[in-house]
């Protein structure tokens, strides 16, 4: 237990500042105000790989450890799509997942956010659209944001979860901006990932 | 393998590794791979090519290992009612290959499970994508097929399925499971969820361009299969590549093989409870993953193995920024590793769990990394030295448990001694080009590149068309050998035991989906 604590307090806290957005106009404390002023709590986020080739799934992953801290964001993945409010969905689509990606954002509450990831999620990338692939998320299910990439970097993906959420905020009002200074608490204490 | 006893003739085949081909008739193919079970061959891989254009028919092709090297055994048929033998009760792994070969080629084997493997009904049954007249319609929907699932019955016995979409961040596949209260009576998977029709999309790629579809077959193995499909290129076209290219592409293997392990270990500590093991070996992960960005121009190194070398000279700068991150690294893994194993519940956890003896292991064909942890002690880095390999002289790690334990306990291993091989490597690089040109591929060959993944040994055949074009490449991962395993390892164990047992192996989707 003892090692376990030095260990612990040796390696002390990585986790860097998050990205301000593609447009640099948003600092990060504001992106957690706009998913406080969207949802008005933590986002919650089921990934649905949907004939990847397991590239971006390592990205996804990475945004978990200390580095970028997800979590500390206020931003959770979740089991069930039942629970989320946004799919982060990798791959061309191979049309064996097809029915299982339109059934999983069938199961999803509004908002109902989709963000299609990689080169494959945007337009099929290297796989295209072929006897057994679809070609991109939105040839499924309605995309509200696309991160380019192949793999995108925990970075990119985080800035395209953002951009959705940006997208989706209503616009910022001296009322919305007084609710989202005193917002239920989905900020850095919700948990260190460790 | 010796086919003298037969009085096969056998011919040279293109592969940087020992490999020979072996033509055989009609009848004597399954004679031909039980002489190689009787000598301790295991089946690397089995697939099927349509060459009814240059009047040859089909051909089945099955690759054949042991400790002298490859067979390439080449069965014509005629056309495709023409049946070819079951392999299965030598090689249970063949089982899958052969309803795969069936369902992308139309030539059935004669064996009794005639069930689709990677069909379903996202296209007309009896049309088949890897016969050269496939024309795909748009108006082929998506479907459901009814796949006949082994049903155990019984007092108190029930079914859970699982899958395709899963609770946590992994690929899509579905496992059916029969249990009583919450024993595991019985698991079986249904794959080919992530079928992408990869080898029908090679033949749209140029020999030159291939590599960079190769690497992403499974984007975790990116490095060796890249690799894979170079070595296969270049072996057609008899090419050498410069000896430093062959060091930079070792290089970025055990990197590749650094990061993988580290991710994992990390997942088996969360799996078993403690979390803290994930956010350590996480960041670990990380850091070397952005050494990788810096160094190789990508955090994963896809698209650095291309044929002829690799994409770019590697900065002596970068090389002692490896060194010093291996040499800090080894300090790191060293702690954890004293952590994990003097953890009593994480230790519970993975004791005498999910338990493949070596005696299993070597009926069913475990390979990798999975199969040195059950006593297989196959490692193509050790048992066919190649530069820089015969240099650095890497250890073959080996445990006999056979639990989630075992396999844990190879991963450290593996993790410690390519954190030394990168090190030697970057010590003992030879000066020169990083790549050479690749010159142009004879066509109506096949050639062969295999190398030891971090998950086992990676396949790519590749045969090119008369105008440089692919014309037929099969991507084999180790996962077909090994997730058939699985389904034995999870026998008696706890439902909530599946997961440690299924990320112990941790065998790629899409790499086996195609």
């Not at chain 2, 003298?4 to 592969?15: E, I, K, R, S």
């Not at chain 2, 092709?61 to 049946?83: C, K, M, T, W």
Request: aromatic share 6%; with cysteine; hydrophobic share 40%.
């Amino acid at each position: 237990m003892l090692q376990i604590l030095r260990q612990i307090a040796k390696t002390g806290i990585k986790t860097e500042p998050a990205p301000a957005p593609a447009d640099d106009a948003v600092v990060a404390a504001r992106l957690q105000q706009d998913i406080v002023r969207v949802l008005g709590r933590a986002l919650t986020i089921r990934q649905v790989d949907a004939g990847s080739c397991n590239g971006c799934e390592l990205e996804i992953h990475a945004l978990g450890n200390p580095y970028y801290n997800l979590e500390g964001l206020g931003i959770r993945f979740v089991a069930s799509p039942r629970h989320a409010d946004m799919l982060l969905v990798t791959g061309p689509v191979s049309k064996h997942m097809a029915i299982a990606l339109r059934r999983t954002y069938d199961a999803t509450p509004d908002p109902k956010l989709v963000v299609a990831v990689g080169d494959c999620g945007c337009n099929g990338g290297i796989f295209g659209a072929s006897y057994a692939t679809l070609g991109g998320v939105a040839s499924v299910i309605p995309v509200d944001a696309t991160v380019p990439g192949c793999p995108p970097t925990p970075t990119a993906l985080l800035r395209g979860i953002l951009a959705a959420i940006t997208a989706h905020a209503p616009p910022v009002t001296p009322d919305t901006e007084a609710d989202a200074t005193s917002p239920p608490d989905a900020g850095q204490n919700a948990s260190s990932g460790a | 393998m010796d086919f003298g006893p037969l009085g096969l003739a056998v011919a040279t085949l293109p592969c940087a590794l020992p490999a020979v081909r072996v033509p055989v008739s009609s009848g004597q193919a399954l004679g031909a791979c039980r002489l190689a079970w009787e000598q301790k061959a295991e089946l690397v891989a089995l697939w099927v090519t349509d060459d009814r254009d240059r009047d040859a028919g089909f051909c089945l092709r099955i690759v054949l290992r042991d400790d002298a090297g490859f067979a390439l055994i080449e069965h014509a048929l005629p056309d495709a009612s023409a049946q070819f033998p079951d392999l299965s009760p030598l090689y249970p792994a063949a089982n899958r290959m052969q309803r795969a070969a069936f369902d992308l080629c139309g030539v059935a084997s004669e064996a009794e499970d005639q069930r689709p493997w990677l069909w379903m009904a996202a296209w007309p049954i009896d049309r088949f994508p890897l016969q050269r007249d496939f024309a795909p319609s748009p108006k082929w929907e998506p479907g459901e097929e009814n796949y006949t699932f082994v049903r155990v019955e019984g007092d108190g016995v029930h079914e859970i399925p699982v899958g395709p979409v899963h609770a946590g961040i992994i690929e899509p596949g579905h496992f059916r499971f029969q249990i009583v209260g919450e024993k595991v009576l019985r698991l079986e998977e249904r794959l080919g969820y992530v079928h992408k029709g990869i080898e029908k999309r090679f033949e749209a790629f140029g020999v030159a361009d291939g590599y960079r579809l190769a690497g992403r077959v499974s984007g975790d193995s990116t490095v060796a299969y890249a690799t894979a499909y170079a070595e296969a290129a270049e072996a057609l076209a008899g090419l050498a590549v410069p000896p430093r290219a062959q060091w930079l592409r070792a290089l970025a293997l055990e990197r590749e093989r650094i990061a993988n392990h580290l991710g994992d270990l990390g997942y088996l500590g969360n799996d078993g409870g403690f979390a803290f093991g994930l956010a350590q070996f996480s960041r670990l992960k990380e850091d070397v993953l952005r050494v990788n960005a810096a160094a190789f121009g990508h955090r994963f190194m896809m698209d650095y193995v291309v044929p002829g070398g690799v994409a770019a000279p590697l900065d002596p700068v970068h090389a002692i920024g490896l060194r010093t991150q291996c040499t800090a690294l080894a300090r790191e893994l060293a702690t954890l590793r004293e952590i994990y194993d003097e953890h009593a519940g994480l230790q519970d956890r993975f004791r005498n769990c999910g338990v493949v003896t070596p005696r299993l292991a070597a009926t069913l064909g475990l390979t990798g990394l999975a199969g040195r942890a059950s006593g297989q002690a196959r490692d193509l880095r050790c048992d066919f030295l190649r530069p820089p390999y015969d240099t650095v002289l890497p250890k073959k790690a080996g445990r006999t448990d056979g639990d989630v334990a075992a396999r844990v306990s190879v991963r450290f291993d593996e993790v410690a001694e390519s954190l030394r091989l990168v090190r030697a490597i970057v010590d003992g690089m030879p000066d020169g080009d990083h790549a050479a040109p690749l010159p142009p591929v004879p066509p109506h060959r096949t050639g062969l590149g295999c190398v030891e993944g971090w998950r086992g040994p990676v396949l790519v055949a590749l045969e090119a068309g008369p105008d440089g074009h692919i014309r037929r490449c099969h991507p084999h991962d180790p996962s077909w050998q090994n997730w058939p395993v699985i389904e034995h390892a999870v026998i008696g164990n706890i439902v909530p035991d599946f997961p440690l047992i299924n990320k112990s192996f941790n065998l790629s989707y899409s790499g086996h989906d195609l």
